[in-house]
């Protein structure tokens, strides 16, 4: 198993690949901050459903049932990006929080009081590191 300096970058990628590919499911290696993100995709609506595996392996699974339109048959999300990279880390306060898309996509942020959602993160009046925009 190849050593990935970017689990972030790695789980976003697996899903725009994933959806690429039309699949309806992929699996990605587990972690406390891909859980946290694949709820706030599954709150606003990005993915149609998750399930977290334990048993699979040490670090468990995350399974996440991808949202495509039953008529066009087009991905609920239109583009992933990743912001803050472990080499470039992006921090914003409440003040400075990103539009993304002029407010139809979400900004992903780590939080002191956990991941959430740019809106969630101004109603709280909380800054933090930008993970990514979904759109």
Not at 23 to 46: F, H, Q
Not at 59 to 67: C, D, R, S, T, V
């Amino acid at each position: 198993m190849s050593s990935i300096s970017d689990p972030i970058a790695d789980y976003l990628t697996r899903i725009r690949n994933a959806q690429m590919a039309k699949r309806r499911v992929v699996d990605i290696p587990a972690s406390n901050i891909k859980k946290e993100i694949t709820k706030v995709l599954m709150e606003k609506g990005y993915i149609l459903n998750y399930k977290f595996e334990d048993d699979v392996n040490y670090q468990g699974n995350i399974k996440i049932a991808l949202k495509y339109d039953s008529q066009t048959k087009k991905a609920a999300i239109k583009s992933v990006k990743r912001i803050s990279r472990p080499g470039l880390r992006k921090y914003c306060n409440n003040e400075s929080i990103p539009r993304v898309l002029n407010g139809l996509g979400i900004a992903i942020l780590s939080t002191s009081k956990g991941v959430m959602s740019d809106k969630e993160a101004k109603v709280q009046r909380l800054g933090g590191e930008v993970l990514c925009y979904v759109y």
